[in-house]
Nanobody
């Protein structure tokens, strides 16, 4: 089992920045890719960014150039730096960790609100 705890959500004005962190604990040696999804009210949960153990990344077009994902394997953390935030980035952001075998693990989510 793997436990994921997100932190760093909050409210920010358009154009501002936030940094989300996700700390993994438990059977972390089983993990492959980690990343972030988000879900706005009334919408489906969509991929924001993912990063493999070797550092390869997959960034959604909607946030490319504004969001950066990074991973510290020694600290079992994955971080999402969000710059130039827009109102449409408002959502609950979920950390995801994918094991080499089996279903992915999800965090409980952290709310990001971008509002003037």
């Amino acid at each position: 089992q793997v436990q994921l705890v997100e932190s760093g959500g909050g409210e920010v004005q358009p154009g501002g920045s936030l940094k989300l962190s996700c700390l993994a604990s438990g059977s972390i040696d089983s993990l492959d890719a980690m990343g972030w999804y988000r879900q706005a009210p009334g919408s489906q949960r969509d991929l924001v960014a993912a990063i493999a153990t070797d550092g390869r990344t997959n960034i959604a077009d909607a946030v490319k150039g504004r969001f950066t994902i990074s991973r510290d394997n020694a600290k079992n953390t994955v971080t999402l730096q969000m710059n130039s935030l827009k109102v449409e980035d408002t959502a609950v952001y979920y950390c995801i960790a994918t094991p080499r075998i089996g279903a992915p693990y999800w965090g409980k989510g952290t709310l990001v609100t971008v509002s003037s």
